[in-house]
């Protein structure tokens, strides 16, 4: 059986939106909102959805960079702070990520140095090590950030992830600020590496075609909940959430034509959530029976989804 290092119960994030002039709190944004999710060592967690649902709040939450307002979260490795957790991450623009003053073998090293403080040459010989692993040659290392392009960049983001030797390494659309021939360099790096250090990764992005080619299991956000969780092919190719399927409806594909009836894009405010069923508004399936607040249910094929009528539209 797989070793969870994460397990996420019924956790909410909120943070003030409005004060009155008493400087007591009138209005909340509802970042996150019941939110389940459990990461397997080893695995790639993919994390989709369309802006706004929660999917920056859920990887600022996992880094220790804020905490739940409730619910339960927890971890294989204590205490719950970022530098025990053994979690890194790895940012989207690899330049605004990298300090511009700094040669990249302190950059690299400087999770290490922070955890431990080891002396100079220590943290050069580490810097060379995993420099290699990244394909970064050695003679680059005293060079500073604005010297390389943005895949070395990336790369180098990637080396200073590994330098902490972390169990888990949140990718926060780690391609997207790349050209396309660069992205699948890095995307196959991400994979090697995973393989020789059983890494487990969460990975965040709006690219389905990047989740699709990275993931085992795919979670499916909507207004900071988890409404569709399984296997990635299985989700993203045979959608059981209403959801899921406007998502995947919405992907513009070479050769199809742009016609159908608009779909409402309009997503719910988080300020003043819906009654019941989050997306019943948007939902072509939508009844009485989705006044009621939805549940995870696990259905027959093995995924869990956010609807009482997932099961019966696997067929549709």
Known sequence: MSESLIELTDVHVNFPARTNW?????ERVHA?????????????????????CGKSTLARLLMGMISPSSGQFELA?????????????VFQDPLSSLDPRLPIWRTITEPVWIQTHPGEKERRDLAAKLASQVGIRQE???????AFSGGQRQRIAIARALSAQPDIIVLDEPTSALDISVQA?????????????????????????????????????????????????????????????????????????LDGAPHN????????????????????????ACEKPQTLRSLTNGSSSRCWKAESLLDV
């Open 77 to 89: 490795r204590a205490p719950y702070s970022w530098l025990g957790r053994g979690m890194q991450m």
């Open 185 to 257: 360099q890095i995307l196959n790096l991400l994979v090697d590496l995973q393989k020789q250090q059983n890494l487990t990764y969460i990975l965040i992005s709006h690219n389905v075609s990047v989740v699709r080619h990275m993931s085992d299991r795919v979670a499916v956000m909507y207004l900071g909940q988890m409404v569709e969780v399984g296997e990635a092919r299985q989700v993203l190719d045979s959608p059981s959430h209403p959801y899921t399927r406007l998502l995947m409806e919405s992907i513009p594909r070479i050769g199809a034509p």
């Open 140 to 146: 680059y290392l005293d060079r500073l950030p604005h």
């Open 265 to 288: 894009t309009e997503l719910p405010s988080n300020r003043h959530l819906p009654i019941g069923c989050y997306f019943k508004d948007r939902c072509p399936f939508a009844t009485v």
């Open 32 to 52: 996150l909102n019941g939110l389940d999710m459990v990461v397997q060592r080893g695995e790639t967690l993919g994390i989709v959805g369309e802006s706004g």
């Open 22 to 26: 008493l400087g007591k709190v009138t």
